[in-house]
């Protein structure tokens, strides 16, 4: 534990504790990062805050809650704070202060982040700063990022760049201490992988679980972008699915599915289908109840080919868009009719019917992730 400067501490018996601690709290005056002190047998010491009055304290103390106190100066030791952010700005400002730069801290502390595992990736924002660049260029930079890294409890960090625009839509990272190589549990499944060639939404994790909790007994299920076992993992794992076609075109999330594959314990139940869907899935025709086509801004290229991939029984696809907020009524209708077309034309006779429209989340401004559960039945 770090310790702290002379710090006034309001030490009484330990049996009057849990009152004079409610007391100076109420007040303002307890200084919550700094540890109690236990120095004494059957006594206890309040650090304080420097709003206390520390002269009249212990005559305040005796007045007010007839309680015996006096003020003792110590070298106190600094609680871990419980705040991520506040234990960053404390790593920041300590690594300044010891490095002897008069630079803004504020700019360099990162406010957001995302964890995988053992790795925390700093949104791209808090790189952009000329401060950010001056301290990637200095001698000590390292143990910079390690306090960082201690202060997000994780071993490894790094920056996260834009998605890159690619048919892969490869994760984009900067590392700046450890591995990118992850692994963690997610909803009771394992996802492992090599995060700066692989991005992960934490964001879909409510969409995860949903389409975890749907009754997937039995079935056949295609996943035309499987992604590291995104929806593949919990359609096996929690929904019960009996087999999924798993699709996927990036090298770096076909090991990271499979590994999860065979970390889950579910690799029997999966076959992996390598390269692009659009080869794939012509191969997949009239075997599945249930199509996931998960891929952001649309998975349009896919809709034909999954329409054609269900049994004659029909079954359910779930569409993934991004859609501005003021037209999805508009584009779930544009849809039904869509798949009503393509259903005609191939002379499959599905009846189409919007089960449900999740929003998952924003994408942008005014623009929403949406998922379509669509029905085509006889
Ligand atoms: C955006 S990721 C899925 C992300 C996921 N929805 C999440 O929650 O984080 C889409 C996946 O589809 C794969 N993909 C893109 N185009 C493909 C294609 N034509 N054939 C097979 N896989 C493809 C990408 O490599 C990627 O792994």
Partial sequence: ?????????????????????????????????????????????FPLTAAAPTDDLADWLKTTASIAGFVEAHRGQRRPSVDPHRRLRRAVNTWLDANDLALDGASLVP????????????????????????????????????????????????????????????????????????????????????????????????????????????????????????????????????HVHACEINPASLAGLRAGGEANGILDKMTVHEGDNAVSLAGLKGVADRCHLGLLPSSEAVWEACLLALKPSGGVLHIHMNVEEEHIDTWVNKTVQRFTVLSEHHQRGFHCE?????????????????????????
């Fill in 1 to 45: 534990m770090e310790t702290v400067d002379l710090t006034m501490f309001l030490i009484v018996k330990s049996e009057h504790g849990e009152r004079v601690h409610g007391l100076l709290k109420h007040e303002g005056w307890l200084d919550a990062e700094v540890e109690p002190r236990h120095e004494r047998p059957g006594e206890i010491g």
């Fill in 111 to 242: 406010t957001k982040w995302e964890k995988l595992g053992d790795l925390a990736l700093l949104s791209r924002h808090v790189a952009s700063t000329e401060e950010w660049a001056i301290v990637c260029d200095h001698a000590d930079a390292e143990a910079l990022w390690r306090a960082m890294a201690d202060a997000l409890n994780v071993g490894s960090l790094g920056v996260q760049a834009p998605i890159a625009d690619d048919t892969f839509r490869s994760a984009q990272v900067d590392m700046l201490l450890g591995e990118s190589d992850v692994a963690f549990t997610d909803h009771g499944m394992t996802y492992t992988f090599d995060a700066a060639k692989v991005m992960f939404s934490s964001g879909n994790i409510t969409e995860r679980r949903r389409i975890g909790n749907h009754d997937m007994r039995g079935e056949v299920v295609v996943d035309a972008y499987a992604g590291v076992g995104y929806y593949t993992f919990p359609m096996l794992v929690h929904a019960g699915a009996a």
């Fill in 354 to 378: 919007a089960l449900h429209v999740e929003r998952v989340k924003w994408f942008a401004p005014r623009v929403r992730h949406v998922v379509l559960d669509l029905s085509l039945r006889p």
